[in-house]
């Protein structure tokens, strides 16, 4: 499968510090976007042990296929998407360790949403309310379930509109890494088609940007990533930038 990305990264309009980080290898095709949390120096280093430990977990797959995964094995589930998980896996532990030492880390955590690319499939994996969309057809359709207090409100009541965009607890986080020694990895393996664009984000874009407003900006640049991308940090900054910012856009070109 043959792709072409575009990401960048925005501290907002009222943060003093970037949390967030993402990952994009070429070499192993995996684009992760992280959120960190618990403020300067300790979202920021969750986030970047999330990313350098995926990477680094491929790396070493690659040289020695017999590695110790930190999940059992799954053969309900091809051998890419156990790979993603146990990497996700991995990088949780060692957020978690490391928030062990104190210093002041000892709610360290962050989001992680990613795509690892295969021959002829893609896996989503996530944790936290990073999301994953998928744009295809003139349609923008959210494949990633937000790990969150409103969405399990969302799931179990009636919410209206106007509920949900007041909702008082927004910010609450039912599952990150580097706050438990385990957590549930969501993964999905599914086949993309020519065309398809994913858009993996922090909630520094969907919380300030609706999916009408982000599939209207992508489509409208066609196949110019780099501009689209910069064009929805800009609109997240212009409805507030109350957050970090961060942007990937993947899209398959062969499959």
């Keep these: 499968m043959e792709v072409k990305y ?3 990264t925005d501290v907002g309009m009222k943060r003093p510090h970037n949390e ?4 994009v290898d070429t070499d192993h095709q995996l684009y992760i976007v992280c959120d960190g949390m618990g403020g300067h120096e300790k979202g920021e280093v969750a986030a970047e042990i999330a990313v350098t430990t995926v990477k680094k977990f491929f790396e070493e797959n690659d040289k020695d296929p017999l590695v110790t995964w930190p999940v059992a094995e799954n053969n309900e589930k091809s051998p890419l998407e156990q790979e993603f998980a146990a990497a996700i896996q991995a990088a949780n532990w060692n957020i978690f360790h490391e928030s062990q030492k104190g210093h002041g880390a000892r709610k360290m955590g962050t989001t992680i949403v990613g795509l690892a690319v295969g021959e002829k499939t893609m896996i989503v994996g996530h944790v936290g309310d990073s999301r994953c969309y998928r744009i295809r057809n003139g349609a923008i359709d959210q ?4 790990h969150s207090l409103l969405a399990d409100y969302i799931k179990h009541a009636s919410l209206s509109d106007e509920e949900i965009k ?9 599952r990150a890494l580097g706050m438990k020694q385990r957590v549930e990895v969501d993964t999905e393996e599914f086949t993309p088609e020519v065309g398809d ?4 984000c922090t909630d520094g874009l969907s919380g300030e940007v609706e999916d009408p407003q ?11 990533l780099d501009a689209a991308v910069h064009e929805l940090i800009d609109k997240a900054n212009k409805h ?3 957050d970090n910012i961060t942007v990937i856009l ?3 070109t062969a499959v």
């Design 250 to 252: 993947v899209q398959v």
């Design 197 to 200: 664009i994913y858009l993996l």
């Design 20 to 23: 967030d980080n993402f990952l």
């Design 166 to 174: 007041n909702f008082q607890y927004k910010n609450i986080i039912l």
């Design 143 to 146: 494949i990633t379930e937000d």
């Design 240 to 242: 507030g930038g109350r």
């Design 6 to 8: 575009a990401a960048l």
């Design 214 to 224: 982000m599939l209207e900006t992508v489509v409208n640049h066609g196949d110019d």
